[in-house]
């Protein structure tokens, strides 16, 4: 027989057992929604990466409803977008060409689409992060893409520790000639610096082709 002192710990003892498992299945998985191609907002919980040592970064985004216990996976083409833990994902038809080296990022509605995560967006300018998995670290990287309404191409903003790429900065802004001047004096060093001089200095002005 249990003596009487175990006895009255056993109801927290067994909630300990019961909640456990709830939260190990909840792990990874953070308040956001998903919107859909019909334009409906559902809430509840997202989950786009693994969990422990080495990430993989889900090209099919796991979601539980707040009325459903029941996951779901949804790919770049299944919704239009998604947010998890205050982070902002975009579906969009993005294709990555090479040749030379040179690396061009063409938008259009043929090509297969990406989920991207959204920095920030002005009138005119979105800056967005394509997230991968360094093959080197197997941590998760970047490539940081600025994209203008109107333009059939986004580009790559920087080149890591090579630092920002000037000539396709200065090509793709050639309509704010304050911004232009401000990246050949390399008065800006970092990509937030050429959106927020943008913000400050290009909208309203500049003009799509």
């Not at 793709?172 to 937030?192: G, M, P, T, W």
Request: charged share 25%; with cysteine; hydrophobic share 35%.
């Amino acid at each position: 027989m249990m003596p009487e002192h175990r006895i009255k710990y056993l109801p927290a003892i067994l909630m300990i057992f019961l909640i456990f498992p709830l939260q190990a299945q909840k792990k990874g998985y953070y308040p956001g929604y998903i919107i859909t191609l019909e334009g409906d907002t559902l809430t509840g919980q997202v989950k786009d990466r693994s969990n422990g040592m080495f990430t993989e970064l889900y090209s099919r985004i796991r979601f539980k409803g707040e009325s459903s216990l029941l996951r779901n996976k949804y790919s770049p083409e299944q919704i239009l977008e998604y947010s998890c833990g205050g982070q902002l994902f975009e579906s969009v038809p993005l294709r990555e060409e090479s040749a030379y080296f040179k690396f061009r990022y063409i938008v259009d509605e043929s090509n297969e689409k990406v989920f991207l995560k959204l920095v920030s967006r002005c009138e005119g300018l979105s800056y967005y992060h394509w997230e991968y998995i360094d093959g080197d670290n197997g941590y998760v990287d970047f490539v940081p893409l600025f994209h203008r309404n109107g333009f059939d191409q986004m580009i790559r903003a920087s080149q890591g520790v090579l630092g920002l790429k000037r000539k396709l900065l200065i090509a793709y802004f050639q309509d704010c000639q304050q911004l232009v001047s401000a990246i050949e004096r390399k008065k800006l060093k970092h990509v937030n610096d050429v959106y927020d001089y943008y913000v400050g200095h290009c909208v309203n002005t500049a003009v799509p082709e």
